[in-house]
């Protein structure tokens, strides 16, 4: 099965924390022994954003990938050059990039980072830049000009717009201005939990609507008020996706290295097998499943002109 995940902060971990093996949620291993055909790592800007070295910090998680490929995960330019190695049962990975700190310095940075690999970018993490303003801030304002700017030279360029963190008014400017459907990489459903990071039915309805993608977080406190989440739980969210007619548009967004607890029985990539038994548990078709997996991933970036 092709297994995909759209969101880690793993190279952050090893290369600006030098977090050891033991510690991270993703390694080499543990991709292997999850079955992840296709893992996608951040080159994130950091907490501080513009007030912190956002440049030192993704110098050293672009330093950190090579490590990957000593470890034998390959990186692809775009997702269907995974799908030869994972039949082979080869891994691999994509970047992205979040925070959308490095490009402000010029419109031409996308093609820079786009020419490294990035396959997607979220405009912003939790702090106000040049591009927007953050879900988390509860700002009602959109997308500041020079961040439509970005957005339109993303989708020239062939780069998915992420509106994971993005504000509602910017995530509605995406879809009334531009013409290339965005993803959100790790988000989960307000509906079932009501964290300002997740997405109302409606963004939902326009993802499904515009051919976007979700891929559904793992971290407990975006999918439980309490925090009490488990595989059980991811399903649901996944279900409700299901529920309003996004079955061919959601999938695993996990965050993993980048929160600081999991659900109760998913550990670790290791474990994704496990959330692949409890959505067959729930009923879903294998096919189904499979789209879940990755393959919805894979038709939502032919929707958007990356494809093989």
Same mark, same amino acid.
């Given at each position: 099965?092709?297994?995909?995940?759209?969101?880690?902060?793993?190279?952050?971990?090893?290369? &600006?924390?030098?977090?050891?093996?033991?510690?991270?949620?993703?390694?080499?291993?543990?991709?292997?022994?999850? /079955?992840?055909?296709?893992?996608?790592?951040?080159? &994130?800007?950091?907490?501080?954003?513009?007030?912190?070295?956002?440049?030192?910090?993704?110098? #050293?998680?672009?330093?950190?990938?090579?490590?990957?490929?000593?470890?034998?995960?390959?990186? *692809?330019?775009?997702?269907?050059? #995974?799908?030869?190695?994972?039949? @082979?049962?080869? %891994?691999? !990975?994509?970047?992205?990039?979040?925070?959308?700190? *490095?490009?402000?310095?010029?419109?031409?940075? *996308?093609?820079? !980072?786009?020419?490294? $690999?990035?396959?997607?970018?979220?405009?912003?993490?939790?702090?106000?830049?040049?591009? $927007?303003?953050?879900?988390?801030?509860?700002?009602?304002?959109?997308? @500041?000009?020079?961040?439509?700017?970005?957005?339109?030279?993303?989708?020239?360029?062939?780069?998915?717009?992420?509106?994971? %963190?993005?504000?509602?008014?910017?995530? &509605?400017?995406?879809?009334?201005? +531009?013409?290339?459907?965005?993803?959100?990489? %790790?988000?989960?459903?307000?509906?079932? =939990?009501?964290?300002?990071?997740?997405? +109302?039915?409606?963004?939902?309805?326009?993802?499904?609507?515009?051919?976007? !993608?979700?891929?559904?977080?793992? !971290?407990?406190?975006?999918?439980?008020?309490?925090? @009490?989440?488990?595989?059980?739980?991811? =399903?649901?969210?996944?279900?409700?996706?299901?529920?309003?007619?996004?079955?061919?548009?959601?999938?695993?967004?996990?965050?993993?290295? /980048?929160?600081? =607890?999991?659900?109760?029985?998913?550990?670790?990539?290791?474990?994704?097998?496990?959330?692949?038994?409890?959505?067959?548990?729930?009923?879903?078709?294998?096919?189904?499943?499979?789209?879940?997996?990755?393959?919805?991933?894979?038709?939502?970036?032919?929707?958007? $002109?990356?494809?093989?």
């Amino acid at each position: 099965m092709f297994i995909a995940d759209t969101h880690s902060d793993t190279l952050y971990a090893i290369g &600006w924390h030098k977090a050891p093996d033991e510690k991270l949620m993703i390694t080499p291993e543990k991709l292997r022994r999850g /079955g992840v055909s296709l893992q996608t790592f951040a080159l &994130w800007t950091g907490a501080k954003g513009n007030q912190g070295d956002w440049r030192g910090i993704v110098q #050293a998680e672009l330093s950190a990938a090579p490590k990957m490929e000593e470890a034998g995960i390959r990186q *692809v330019f775009r997702p269907a050059e #995974a799908l030869p190695y994972a039949e @082979k049962g080869e %891994h691999c !990975y994509m970047l992205s990039v979040e925070g959308g700190e *490095v490009f402000e310095p010029g419109l031409s940075t *996308v093609a820079e !980072y786009r020419g490294r $690999g990035v396959v997607m970018a979220a405009l912003l993490w939790n702090n106000e830049n040049a591009l $927007g303003y953050a879900a988390k801030s509860g700002d009602t304002r959109g997308l @500041k000009p020079y961040g439509l700017q970005v957005a339109l030279e993303m989708q020239r360029v062939g780069m998915a717009v992420d509106t994971s %963190h993005l504000n509602e008014a910017g995530f &509605w400017d995406l879809f009334n201005k +531009t013409n290339v459907p965005p993803l959100a990489s %790790h988000s989960c459903c307000k509906a079932l =939990c009501g964290h300002a990071r997740n997405l +109302t039915d409606d963004q939902i309805r326009a993802m499904i609507r515009g051919g976007g !993608y979700i891929g559904v977080n793992f !971290y407990p406190f975006f999918l439980d008020d309490e925090g @009490k989440a488990d595989c059980e739980t991811i =399903c649901r969210h996944i279900d409700h996706i299901c529920q309003l007619g996004g079955e061919k548009i959601v999938g695993f967004g996990s965050d993993f290295d /980048g929160i600081e =607890c999991t659900p109760s029985d998913l550990p670790d990539a290791a474990a994704l097998p496990h959330l692949l038994d409890t959505l067959r548990a729930w009923g879903f078709a294998e096919e189904i499943i499979e789209g879940f997996a990755g393959r919805n991933l894979l038709a939502y970036y032919e929707r958007i $002109g990356q494809g093989a």
